[in-house]
Each structure stands twice: as structure tokens, then as C-alpha cells.
């Protein structure tokens, strides 16, 4: 038989024909092996269609393209009845209902493509199965009922099993977020304690440095005097013109000045630290003639060099250098002096290069080296390496010079191979640095910060330190206003995204007071400016990334905005 011949067909003769419709219906999509739902599906279709078209004729076939279906026609009863309302159940449970003009056309699709043989077995299946009754069919269709019910009913369950379990999950999660956030506030008040204690302990630490500092200048100074008074007597005692003295007097009157000398020479050593640390120390800038450094320090320190140590001072390079000769000499001195104490064969040598805009002055020795456990401390004020390494001294050189270097914007490095020597480079600015022209506490700067967190403020506050002169602090844009309007910063670093009006509000308000014109506004901000609307930090003179601030970042903002 062809695939197009009709798998069955059947005329709704009676009332109980709604009934044999439904059944074969049924029988129909089970034999093209359609789902059991599906399968209602079609017979319920079935009998609500029928059930308004008495003496139809019902014809049952499958098309393949252009998707596998089981296509219905009902044909040939007085069609022109009104069937909308089973048209109506039927559309919602097939694929397809259409009205044409001599009847209807039901479809719905296939779980596959038939084959003929599954065809042709189907309509020897159906051909052999006989109608029931309607009693039969009405209880078939009960049980169909029923076991819908309680697909229904399952779903119902699961539905409600599920429900409970969504609630338990968020409740779970509700309890995991506020356990989060209690922690996430508990370490934020760590933090900010941790903060206002470093901060205490900061300044803790600056009085005592300070302190240190005082105490240091004022008995340097205090004891200079008596010791230069000793220097003086024994000179007066030791001139030829003076009453002449034993000779052992003679000789022990020498030992006194020798003393007297070294002791001077250390509380001078005192005495210049202490000043450089106070700050007390200005450089005085000018261009420095580098051949006549080099020159003075060959002349004067080869005659500390031992026997079968060489002094090697290089020609220095052709750079034009603005710094301070005098406390660059001081530096090279006191590493040259160091260099020959420590070496005791081979060579003591410094030389000079260009490196960008940095001159690097190098001391090398091949001397008794520093001990690696040693090498960061011996920067530390008085520490002197023990042993083979102790040679006098007071062990305030190498703090000095690294401070001195400081002072003059650059800075002192240092590698060391025990047993094998040293090097000491100083890095200078051939002009002066940021750092070094960075306002100092005296020159600028008035700041204030704006941020509503902490942690930034204290942080900007740090890189502010000897940059500016006093720094105010806001945690929002109205209050940063207010400050703005009473004290008149000379800078403004102002944070974008606060709760309680954001900087963008405060940077309208600056706009509306002619006299805080000239207040220079950086905004320090997490956010990308370019997401922000155009426009809104046209008042602003820079924009630094938090992810940024740092010392240097902040030096170079002030003096390029502040000069
Ligand atoms: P000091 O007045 O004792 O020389 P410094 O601060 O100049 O003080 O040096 C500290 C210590 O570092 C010295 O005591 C010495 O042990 C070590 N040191 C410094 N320079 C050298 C060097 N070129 N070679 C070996 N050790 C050195």
C-alpha cells in the first residue's frame, strides 16, 4: 500500500460514534508511536470536533514534508454548523486546526518520519481492532482522568518541594550575606583602628625622631665648645713660645690634642647629621664643576690610601650638573674614606656616568666587603660592623651620606661581596628632581582631602608628608565645600564617587565662588573618567588613579600645578 493511502477512515454515524472517533483516535497515534500524552491529545480533539459534527467522515493520514505529521480531515457533514467552539479545544491541543470550505483539517506532529512498513502495520492493526463501547471508551477516558490528575498532582508536589527548597536556599544565602556583611564590618573597624593607631604611632615616632634630633644638635653643639677649648689650650701649651716642657710632657700634651681632635671630629659628625636630619640643611644649587671635585678629593685622600693600595679617581664625565659641590664632596669623601679604611691591597676607585637624566658617581674598593646580615643596618645611625670591620669612626658616615644624597634629590646604593668589596653608587639629578624642587613644608601648600574612605585619606595624607604644609580632611563633597569656603586650600584632592553628593557636586559648587578660583583641584578617583558625562571634571586641573598615589605621583601633580 502507498504512504498517502489513508491509515483509517470512519463516518460518525450516531451519538456513540463520538465515542469510537475518540477511541480510534487514540488507537491511531499509538500505532505511529506518539507519546501517551500526545495521544490524548488527539482524542480529545477528536471528540470535542466530532461531538459538534454528527455524520462526518473522518479520514486519518501522515505527510512527510515538510515535517512528519499525522494530518486529520473531517469532511462531508452539513459544515456549515457552527463548530468555533471545538475548533476552538481542538487548536489547543493539535499543531494545526484549519476550517477550509468542506472541512476541517487537523495536524500534529510525529515523533519521526514513518516508514512504510510501520505504516502499512498500523493500518493492519487498525483495520483488526474493532470499536468498543462508548461504556468502554468512558472508562478508558476516566482512567486517562485520573492519571492526569495525578501527573497534575505530581507536579504539584514537586512544584512545592521545590519552593521549599528555593526558600531554604535563600535563607541560607540571606544568612551567609549578613554573616558577611558583619565581618566585612568588623574588619573595617580593624582597619580604621589599625589605621588611627599607625597614625598615633607615626607621629609617636616623629616626635621622637625629633626629639632624638634636638638632643643630638644640642649636645654636639654644647660639647664643641669645651673640646675646641681643649684643642686651643694644648696648642697654646705646645707653642715654642710658650714655657718649655719635659719631654714627656711634651708627648703626653700631644696625645691630649690627638684626642681632642678625634673627639671633635665625631661630635662634628654628630653634629652635621643631626642638622641634615632636622632639615637644617640647604642645599645651595648652582652648576658644579665636576673636574674640580674629583680633583680636590684625588689630592686629599691619597694619602690615606695603605701601601699597595691604588686611588683611582677617573676623569669625570663631560655633564653639566646643578647641585650643591659641598655636600656632594662631603658625600664622596666619606665613602672614599670608608673605601681606603676597608681595603687593604688592590684598588680604591670612583668614576662618573650619565644615565638619562641621572649622573651615577661610583666608589668601588676591593676591600674586606660587608657581611650580607650586615648590609641594610649599616645604614642605620652608629651601627658599625664588628670585628676586622671595626676601624674607629662612629658609624654615622653612611647615614649621613645616604641623607645628604637625599637632600640633593638623588640617592646612595649600595653592593657588597664579603671578602671580595664594595660598591657605593650616589644618583643624582643632573637638575634638580621633582623630589628635590618638591615643595617643602615651608614653600607650599595647603591641602585638602575629600574622600568618604578612610583608608584613601590616610594614604594620600602619607604621600602628602613634607609636601604639604597642612592637610585638611572631608568625608563628603558638602562638608569638603564648607572647608573649601572657610580656609582656602591651594589644592584640593577630591574623590569621585561618595555617598551623600558625589565630588562632581563639589566641583559645581567651586564653580559658584569666584574668589575659590584659583584652587587647584585633582580628582583621585577608582572610576574610568571616560564613563563619567562630558563635561563633569572640566573644574578639575588633573585626574589621578587611585591605583597611583603614591609620593612621587603626588610631588610631580604639585609641582607641575602648583608652580
Ligand atoms: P664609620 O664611621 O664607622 O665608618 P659608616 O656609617 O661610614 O660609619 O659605616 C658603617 C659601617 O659600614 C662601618 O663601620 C663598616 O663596618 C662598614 N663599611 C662602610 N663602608 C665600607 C666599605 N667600603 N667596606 C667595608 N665595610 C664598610
Redesign the pocket.
Known sequence: MSAAAPLLRLVLHDDHAVFVLRQRGREVAAALGMEHQDQVRVATALSEIGRQLPGATVTFTTEEAPRPRLVIVVSGAAMGTDVSEGVASAARLMDEVRVEDERIVLARRLPGRPDPQRLDAAREVLAASAPTTALDELSVQNRQLVAALEQVQAHRDELLQLNAELEETNRGVMALYTQLSEELEQTNQGVVALYAELDERSAQLRDANEAKSRFLANVSHELRAPVTAIIGLARLLLDPRSEPLTAEQTHQLQLVQGSAGDLLDRVN?LLDLAKAESGRIEPNLAPVDLAAVFGQLRGTLRPLAKPGVELEVDEPPAAELVSDDVLLTQILR??L???L???ERGSVGMAGRVEGDQLLLV?A?T????PFA?QRR??EEF???RGA?????????????RRLAGLLGGGLMMV?EPGE??T?TVSLPLRPAPAEAAPGPSSVARALLVDDDPAARHLLRQALGGIAAEVTEAADARSGLAIAVRERPDVIFLDLRMPGGDGTELLAGLGEHPDLAHVVVVVVTAADPAELPAGALDRAAAVLPKSEVSRAAVAEVVGRLLR
Open positions: 659628625d666619606n665613602l674614606t670608608n673605601a679604611k676597608f681595603t666608589v674598593d676591600g674586606i666587603g660587608i650586615e649599616v645604614f651601627h658599625q660592623v670591620h671595626q676601624a674607629g669612626g662612629t658609624g654615622l658616615g653612611l647615614p649621613y651620606a657588597s668589596g664594595s657605593f
